[in-house]
C-alpha cells in the first residue's frame, strides 16, 4: 500500500508527499515562485479537488446557517487547506477540527473575523502528530540469543518492549513472545549460542533481529530481515558487504562499555603489579612459601610506569589512558587516528616501538583483515622481559600459538586474556595451563569486560534506541554499512 504524508510549508501551506520523511524530495506538487502549488499527477489531484471543495461548501453552509457574512476570506482559505491535509493524516479529529476552525471564523470576540493563531497553531500540531503516526512501520524483533544477555535474569527488556509499544501476552520458558494491537512483535530465545541456520530460521517473519556476538550467516536469513541490531561493539561475526547487497543495516553500539572495559584493563594492571592472582594460585596449591619469603614475585608500583594502547584513540582507550594518569602511569598510543601528543597521551610513531618501550600493552583494535594475528612471535619478541600483554578486544588479533611459545619462554612476565581465539578455549588448549607450564603467569577471563549487570542494561536500552528509530522511520544510528 502506497503512504502519503504531508510536510509542513509557510506555517499554514501543505504540500502532499510520499514516502514519509526518508523520501521528501519524491514530491506530488511543487511550488512555483508565485507561491501556488502545480499539481504533477491529476489521477491524485481530481479526488482530492472533489474533496476540497465538498469540504468548502460544507464550511460556507454552517457559515450561511449561521447567518455570517463578515468573515476573513484569507483566514478560510488557511485553514481549508490545513483542515484537508489533516483529513487524510487524521480522520478521527477531522469533524472536530472542522467544526472548530469555520466557527473560529466568526467568534463574537474576534471582530475581523480572523482565525486565532492558537487555533491554527494547534491544528497543526494534530497534523504533525498525524504526520509522525503515519511514518511509524510494523516491526517483528527477535532477539535471537537472549540468554547470552542475560544468562542471569537481572536485565529488563523495558525499554525494548517500549519502543514497540507492546506489552507482555505471558510466556516464559525457552521463547518468550510480546504483541500489541498494531501488530509489532518481540521474540526472544532463551539460549545462547545457536548455529545460523538456526537463526536463520528464527528469523523467519521478522523484519529486525538482535544479535550477540554470534556468527550470522546472511545468505541464510530470509527476505524479512530488514535490520540487525548487534548488540555490541564488534560486529566481524557479520559480513556487512553482503548484507549492505542484500539492503540490510547493520547496527552497533559502540559506546555501552566504556567503563567496564577500561575498569577490567586497569584491574589487570593493579593485578599484575602486585602478583595478586599469582599469589592466589600459589595458596590454593598449599604454597605458603611467599609469607616469609617473598623474593622472585613481582611487586612494583605504578608511577612511571608506560602504558601502550594499540588502537586506543576510541572512546576506551581514552577512558583507560584516564585512570591510568590517576595512577602517574605515561599513557601512549598507536594508532592510525592519534598522530600527535594530546593532554590525555603521548603516541608511538609505530606498532614496534611500543612494544618494545611499553611496560603494559594493551590491545584496543577491532578484528578485522588487516589486524588478525598481528600480534604474531615476532612482534611479541619485542617486548620487554618484565612487561605485561592485557588482551580485552578480540582473541584472534594475537596469533594465539605464538603467544602460548612466548609465554612458555617466559619472553613477558605475563598476559591476561579476557577475550580468546575460541571462546571457551579447546579442551586441550594450553592456555588452560595444564601442569602450570606458564608458572601462573596467564590469567583468563570468560569474556567478563561486558558482562557486569549496568553495562549489560545499557546495552539493551541502547538497541531499544535503535529498534525506536527503525519503528518510527527516522535515521537510525550507528549503521555500521551505510
Known amino acids: 500500500m502506497k503512504r502519503y504524508n504531508f510536510e509542513e510549508r509557510d506555517n499554514y501551506s501543505l504540500c502532499l508527499t510520499r514516502g514519509g520523511r526518508k523520501k521528501k524530495e519524491k514530491v506530488l506538487s511543487k511550488r512555483t515562485k508565485s507561491g501556488f502549488g502545480v499539481p504533477l499527477s491529476l489521477s491524485l489531484f481530481a479526488p482530492s479537488l472533489l474533496f476540497s471543495v465538498s469540504v468548502c461548501v460544507f464550511r460556507l453552509s454552517i457559515i450561511t446557517l449561521c447567518g455570517r457574512k463578515n468573515f476573513s476570506l484569507s483566514s478560510f482559505v488557511k485553514s481549508h487547506i490545513l483542515l484537508c491535509g489533516t483529513f487524510y493524516l487524521n ?135 530488514k535490520l540487525i541490531c548487534e548488540a555490541g561493539t564488534g560486529f566481524n561475526n557479520i559480513d556487512i558487504e553482503k548484507a549492505k547487497k542484500r539492503g540490510i543495516r547493520v547496527t552497533n553500539v559502540p559506546e555501552y562499555s566504556t567503563e567496564a572495559m577500561s575498569h577490567l584493563v586497569i584491574t589487570s594492571i593493579l593485578n599484575s603489579s602486585a602478583s595478586m592472582i599469582k599469589q592466589q594460585k600459589m595458596l590454593e596449591r598449599n604454597e605458603r612459601a611467599h609469607f616469609t619469603n617473598f623474593s622472585g614475585l613481582p611487586h612494583f608500583e605504578l608511577e612511571g610506569k608506560k602504558v601502550g594502547l594499540i588502537g586506543g584513540n576510541g572512546t576506551i582507550g581514552k577512558r583507560v589512558c584516564e585512570l591510568a594518569k590517576a595512577f602517574r602511569m605515561k599513557p601512549y598510543v598507536y594508532s592510525r587516528s592519534a598522530k600527535a601528543k594530546t593532554e590525555l597521551y603521548d603516541v608511538y610513531q609505530s606498532l614496534e616501538e611500543l612494544l618494545s618501550e611499553s611496560d603494559f600493552v594493551s590491545v584496543h583494535c577491532p578484528l578485522n583483515d588487516a589486524t588478525r594475528g598481528m600480534l604474531d612471535y615476532e612482534k611479541l619478541s619485542l617486548m620487554k622481559p618484565t612487561s605485561y600483554l592485557i588482551n580485552t578486544a578480540r582473541g584472534a588479533i594475537c596469533n594465539e600459538e605464538d603467544l602460548i611459545q612466548i609465554l612458555k619462554e617466559k619472553k613477558i612476565a605475563g598476559a591476561c586474556l579476557d577475550v580468546q581465539t575460541k571462546e571457551p578455549p579447546d579442551e586441550d588448549s594450553l592456555l588452560w595451563n595444564p601442569g602450570n607450564v606458564f608458572d601462573d603467569n596467564v590469567t583468563l577471563t570468560p569474556h567478563i569486560g561486558w558482562k557486569r549487570v549496568e553495562t549489560r542494561q545499557r546495552l539493551i536500552d541502547s538497541v531499544a534506541e535503535r529498534i525506536k528509530e527503525f519503528v518510527d522511520g527516522e535515521d537510525i544510528l550507528n549503521v555500521v554499512n551505510q
Open 91 to 225: 480522520r478521527d479529529s477531522f469533524i472536530s477540527l472542522c467544526l472548530k476552525t469555520t466557527t473560529s471564523l466568526f467568534d463574537d470576540d474576534n471582530d475581523k473575523g480572523e482565525v486565532k493563531e492558537e487555533d491554527i497553531m494547534s491544528s497543526s500540531s494534530a497534523a504533525k502528530n498525524a504526520i509522525m503516526r503515519s511514518n511509524k512501520m510494523i516491526a517483528n524483533v527477535c532477539v535471537v540469543n537472549a540468554g547470552r544477555l542475560d544468562f542471569d535474569g537481572k536485565l529488563n527488556l523495558h525499554s525494548i518492549t517500549q519502543a514497540l509499544g507492546v506489552s507482555s501476552s505471558g510466556g516464559g520458558g525457552e521463547e518468550n513472545n510480546i504483541k500489541n494491537k498494531n501488530i509489532n512483535t518481540l521474540t526472544a530465545h532463551q539460549d545462547s549460542s545457536p548455529s545460523p541456520d538456526v537463526v536463520a530460521e528464527r528469523s523467519k517473519g521478522h523484519n529486525c533481529i538482535v544479535t550477540k556476538e554470534i556468527e550470522i550467516d546472511i545468505d541464510l536469513l530470509p527476505t524479512s530481515v
